[in-house]
Every structure is written in C-alpha cells, then in structure tokens.
C-alpha cells in the first residue's frame, strides 16, 4: 500500500563475519596465522630477520596478543646446514693440515701448501661474488668437495719442487734455485692443466641438467668447478713464487719423513712381487670388478638425500563436508598431544585456505607446522611424533620435512614421492580402479602413507525448474535460480563505507528457513505480478551428490594413489610398484602413469 518500514521490521541487521573457509590453530588455541613469502631473489635470513624487527615493533600497540615467530622459519634449517658445512670444511681443513705434516715433514712446505687452500676457496667465493650468486648449502657442499682436491694441485706441485731441490742439493749442482723450481713447474704443468680440466669435463653434465634436479645441483657444480680452476691457476703461479720465498735456503734435503720412508718401503715390496707375477693382480681386479657390478643392482637409489629439518609439515585432511569447527577440535586436539612431546617447541596449525589465499582447498584440509628443540633426538622425537599421528584414524595424516614436501608438490603437484596417476572419463571407475591400486600398493614393502586422493561424493541441494509451471507465474528460470541461491547461499546488495574500511551488505534467509530439503521447498519467492509462489511450486528441489572436487590433465579427468616411503630406497619401491601396476588390467580409455621423485630421478639421468 506504499506504506514505509524500516528493514529492521521485517529482518534481522546485524554485523558479522561471512562463513569461514579458514581458520588457524597456534599452540593449542584459536590464532591468525600470518604467512609470509619472498621473492625467488630475495635473501631468506634477511628477509627473516627483518620480518623479526618489524614484529618487535609491531608488539606494543597489541597489547594481550601473543606473537610467535618461530612456528616456522626456513632460515633455521639454512643456518643449520652452514654451521655444518662450515664445521665438515674445518674439519677437513685440519686433516689436510695433519696428512701434510706427517707426508712432507717440512714446515715451509705444509704452509705453502696450507695458503693454497683458502687462496683457491676465496678466489671461488669472490667469483661467486661478482656473478652475484648466494652462497648456500649447495654452494657450500661444492667447495667441500673440492677441498681434496684443492690441496692436490698444491701439493703436486711442491712435491715436485721439493724432489728437484733434495736432487740438486745432494748432486752438488750450482744451477740456480730459480731455475730449479722453473723446470719442476714446467714438468707437472701440463698434468696439472689436464687433470683440472678432465675433472671440469665430469661436472659438465650436471650443468645440462633440467627442471628441479638441475636447480638444485647446479650451484654445487659451479661452486666446485669454481674452487677446482682457482686451484689449478694457485698452482700454476703463487705456489712457485712462495717455494721461491720460502724454500730458497731451507735444508729440504733433511726432512724427510718418517712415515714416507715406511710407506714407501711397504709398496716398493708389494709392488716388486705384483711385476714378478701380474696374473694375481689381474685376477684380483677382476674379482673386484665382477663383484661391484653384481652389487650394483642392489644399492639404493633416491633423487635428493633424506634432510634432517627440524621444522616438520604435517597434512591433515578428513572427509570432504567436515564442518570447520569439527576440523578445528581434531587439531586443537591433535596439538595438545604433539606439544606433550619432549622436544616439540611450538605447534601451528592453518585450516582451510585463507581468502585470495593460492591454495583452494575446503575446510576439512590442514596444514600442521612442527618446530623441534635443536637439542633434541631427532629420531626419537619423530617415532613419538608418528605414534601420536596413528591415534587419529578415519583421516589422511602424514609427517615430512619441509623440504621434501615442497620438492614433491613442484614435481608432480601432489606432495608424497610415489604418485600413481589414473586417467579416464568416468569417475566412479578411476576409484574402483584407485582402490584397488592402492590395495596392491600397501603389500609393498617400504610403501607408507599410502592413500587415494579424497574423492567422495558430497550432499548439494539441486533446483532443477520445472519451465511449465514457472511460465504460469511469468517467471523465467533464472529469476527462479537467483531467488533460491540468494535464500540458500546469500547475495551481496551493497556496500558500506566507514572509517575507510569497505563492509559488504548481504541478504541471507534465516538459518532455519534454508535448515533442510523441505524447508528450502517451502521458501516463497516473489513473481512479477506481485504475489509470491512456493519454489517447490515451481521447480523440483532434490538433495543429489556431487563430486567433492574433478581433476583435469590433458582434458582427461584424473585420480592420484599417493605413498611415502620409509625403510627402503626410493627406487626398489618404485620397481616394485611398477611391477605391481603392471598386473592391473585398465579398460579401454583408461591408463596410469607413475610419477614423482623417481621419475625426476630417470629424466635427470637420461
């Protein structure tokens, strides 16, 4: 009748938040859980120190709130590595320095030797430097490796000079030491060259190398290649003019050592009797050799090393339509029993995704962060870890490193190191044939974790609209469709504009309007002549299943059966489950594809 009311009259106003389809868990209550990413080139300690300052200040304008910045941090697992690295290269640092001195049992000879080695790493590091790379664990492995070898070159070298010097001195010769060390250089320069560039030959594969495998192992080569050729030109021209400066009037012809004249005489035996009669040798190197190639089917192989990371990631997924309070009581819980575990420092928990978030996923999926006391026993915590993990049944569970997850999820997508991959048009028969794989994979020894990717059938209300009845009412189907989805699901009309901030305004029924099937039957919706109509008199409302979630490769729709493994080498149980898929019988439009770890492994290889 024209007559005003306010909304107020006829609904409920109210501010609250929208549904959530996330939410977090830190330490055991509820929390925010900030993630924060750098960019490929940006300095991880840095960027993580600086995030530490920002915190600091950010602190006394919260006052009650708590922040925890160590739930994970990937600078602890990069500071963890340099220190051991940087403690493997001291360590045999020291050793070299120990076998010179036993060897060449002469001073100035050792320290020549000893110059040589952080002159040839420095001289790495500063190339390193201008080409603008970081030094990282990678690149701190490579000059590791290449430590032996460093050293080789030097002593080479010295102990070439060095001989000469004892002969010219015990002859009596009056050629000039100048020329005494030019003619010991010149003899061993062209070995020196050759064997540098043999060993650089080696490593030129590993620069070829494409995809995650190639960037992973590819600062390891450059920084070896790197220390190897500084090696080589210290050999070639400091190495000379220290035995000028310093060997000039040592008395070399002296200092032998003791542990040489031994050696020497205990191989000058062995090798007089192998040239009297070869034939043993002979045969004894052949034995060697028929026994490392039968033992060679036998070793492990794996792509990358196990890392020992003391941040844990933890996946922990129920069934598809768990509510999101359901999901936040299994982790609370879960929380409580993993931080009872002497050596657990801290626990974080993101459920769900959070909005604009990069991972889509519902809220029954939950990520769990682990932090590890540094003290403690790795591998006593982590049995006591998985043994917690087994008390929770009736969800998708698993315990990994950082590191290896994200290696995992880049290679294939999924975030286990053995993926099967199903592909065909029907999805009932790719989880009958799923299953069925998965069954064949848990026979498998070494085979963990195993599990199908979550591919349930979900509840959805269907408004299918009957197009005669609706003609009746002048409606068309999509007046009928937007009415019910505005009554089930929402719709927002506006926006509010306060104190700089943007507030969504949204018509929503009643939560006991849309509780049921038949609540949603009864639900009126307005027809263009003014009157108002039941949906259920105007479309058929159904509650059908619906595929939680259809995944595409290649226009094909796809299923993946993941595992873990734990015990044995990645490629044993790789053969083993390629065997085991290859008396699976598919029908005709149907395959499956093992991918993963391994694979990267086979590609990097061919």
Not at 368 to 376: E, I, S, V
Not at 402 to 422: F, H, M, S
Not at 427 to 445: D, F, H, P, V, Y
Request: glycine share 8%; net charge negative.
């Amino acid at each position: 009748d024209g007559t005003q009311v306010p909304i107020g009259a006829v609904a409920t106003v109210q501010e609250d938040h929208q549904p959530l389809i996330g939410d977090a868990v830190v330490n055991g209550g509820a929390g925010l859980l900030l993630v924060v990413e750098k960019l490929p080139w940006g300095n991880t300690r840095d960027i993580t120190q600086s995030v530490e300052d920002a915190v600091a200040q950010l602190q006394p304008g919260f006052p009650g709130i708590t922040f925890d910045t160590r739930i994970f941090q990937q600078a602890d697992f990069i500071d963890l590595a340099i220190h051991n690295l940087t403690q493997s290269m001291l360590l045999g640092f020291l050793l070299v320095v120990l076998i010179l001195i036993f060897f060449l049992f002469e001073w100035r000879v050792a320290l020549i030797s000893l110059l040589a080695i952080p002159l040839s790493l420095t001289a790495a590091m500063l190339v390193l430097y201008w080409r603008g790379d970081t030094v990282n664990t990678m690149t701190l492995a490579g000059l590791v490796i290449a430590l032996g070898a460093v050293v080789d070159d030097a002593i080479i070298d010295l102990e070439n000079i060095l001989r000469r010097l004892r002969q010219a001195r015990v002859s009596g010769s009056g050629e000039s030491i100048h020329s005494i060390i030019l003619k010991a250089c010149l003899e061993v320069r062209s070995p020196i060259v050759y064997a540098t560039l043999i060993i650089i030959a080696a490593a030129v594969p590993v620069f070829l190398l494409q995809g995650l495998t190639g960037a992973f192992f590819r600062p390891l080569a450059i920084s070896y290649t790197l220390a190897i050729f500084a090696s080589m030109v210290v050999a070639l021209t400091v190495t000379p003019a220290l035995a000028l400066i310093l060997l000039r009037n040592a008395r070399v012809e002296r200092h032998t050592s003791p542990l040489t004249r031994l050696l020497q005489a205990r191989y000058s035996g062995v090798l007089s009797r192998i040239i009297v009669r070869p034939h043993r040798a002979y045969l004894l190197f052949a034995v060697i050799a028929v026994a490392s190639a039968a033992t060679l089917p036998y070793l492990g192989q794996s792509l990358f090393p196990t890392f020992k990371e003391r941040d844990l990631l933890m996946h922990w997924t129920t069934t598809p339509g768990t509510s999101v309070v359901e999901e936040q009581r299994i982790v609370a819980a879960v929380s409580s029993d993993l931080r009872n575990i002497p050596g657990v420092l801290s626990f974080g928990s993101h459920i769900g995704q959070a909005f604009k978030g990069e991972e889509v996923v519902g809220v029954n999926f939950g990520e769990n962060w682990l932090r590890l006391d540094p003290n403690a026993d790795y591998d006593k915590t982590l049995q006591a870890i998985h043994a917690v993990v087994a008390y929770y049944p009736g969800l998708y569970r698993d315990v990994e490193t950082y590191l290896n997850e994200r290696i995992d999820e880049v290679l294939t997508g999924a975030k286990q190191p053995i993926v099967v991959r199903l592909f065909g048009p029907d999805l009932a028969t790719l989880r009958s044939k799923a299953n069925e794989i998965q069954c064949r994979l848990a026979g498998i020894q070494g085979i963990t974790d195993d599990f199908v990717d979550l591919s349930a059938d979900t509840p959805q209300i269907s408004v299918e609209v009957d197009l005669a009845r609706a003609a009746k009412y002048s409606l068309k189907p999509g007046d009928v469709r937007r009415a019910a989805a505005t009554l089930i699901a929402g719709e927002e009309v506006g926006d509010i504009f306060r104190n700089g901030k943007n507030y969504r305004v949204v018509v929503w029924s009643t939560p006991q309007t849309r509780a049921s099937v038949q609540s949603v039957t009864d639900l009126l919706i307005n027809t263009p002549s003014g009157t108002t109509v039941r949906i259920g008199d105007v479309a058929k409302v159904t509650l059908t299943p619906v595929p939680n979630v259809v995944m595409r490769d290649d226009g094909s729709r796809r299923l993946d059966v993941t595992a873990n493994v734990s015990g044995r080498d990645l490629g044993s149980v790789t053969k083993d489950v390629g065997d085991a898929l290859a008396a699976v019988s598919f029908p005709s439009g149907y395959h499956a594809t093992l991918i993963g770890e391994y694979s990267e492994r086979q590609d990097a290889q061919t």
